[in-house]
């Protein structure tokens, strides 16, 4: 059975200069290059702990040149080692598996309804409609069926209405295709990874930023 590992890290961190710095010399040019041409430090602090994160749980496959594919998805060519990034608020969250893997992570601010309204499947509209925490299913949802999408690595030409979260016992289930699981990172953030096939997949580590 494949196995799925987990790593995450809080940006804010690098709310200390120093220490942003100190990382940003280390980044690679590309990543500096994207670093760059971002606006927002909190942006700037989310690509930089992407890096981070790249480097401490990829180890020597860091040095090999990451590519994407023409959805964006981020691939390692010749390798059999996948894996995927997602970020948000102050969060960066890396899943690494042996099979296709996606993952998500969201700070479960004001939820858009609307968008669920629009685009999730008539059984997911309900799952929230029913819920005591409506912006909490939500995000629970977004963050499945987002995960689920990254691991197809097609993007949204995969309509979100092609396919429905249920949960049985409270547990994710998409298909029998793949294998879902669903974790709060930190409070108020809502995160969930999907692998290709049967798979054991592990808590979260979170990593720590070296000062």
């Not at 059975?1 to 987990?6: A, F, Q």
């Amino acid at each position: 059975m494949n196995t799925v590992k987990i790593f995450y890290l809080n940006c804010d961190a690098l709310c200390d200069k120093v220490l942003f710095d100190k990382n940003y010399r280390a980044a690679s040019a590309e990543r500096k290059l994207k670093i760059d041409r971002l606006r927002f430090d909190s942006d700037k602090r989310l690509a930089l702990g992407a890096d981070i994160l790249i480097k401490r749980s990829l180890g020597e496959l860091a040095r090999e040149q990451i590519k994407t594919n023409d959805f964006g998805k981020p691939y390692i060519e010749n390798c059999a080692v996948r894996f995927n990034l997602s970020h948000s608020g102050s969060i960066a969250m890396i899943a690494i598996s042996d099979t296709e893997v996606g993952c998500d992570v969201q700070k479960t601010e004001e939820p858009p309804l609307k968008v669920a309204q629009r685009y999730f499947c008539e059984s997911e509209q309900n799952l929230i409609n029913e819920s005591n925490d409506k912006a909490k299913m939500f995000f629970r949802l977004w963050t499945l069926k987002e995960s689920y999408i990254k691991m197809l690595g097609k993007g949204l030409s995969e309509p979100l209405d092609s396919f429905a979260v249920r949960f049985d016992d409270n547990l994710p289930r998409i298909n029998n295709y793949c294998t879902v699981a669903e974790f709060e990172l930190a409070p108020a953030y809502c995160a969930a990874v999907c692998v290709q096939g049967s798979a054991d997949i592990k808590q979260p580590i979170e990593i720590k930023i070296r000062s």
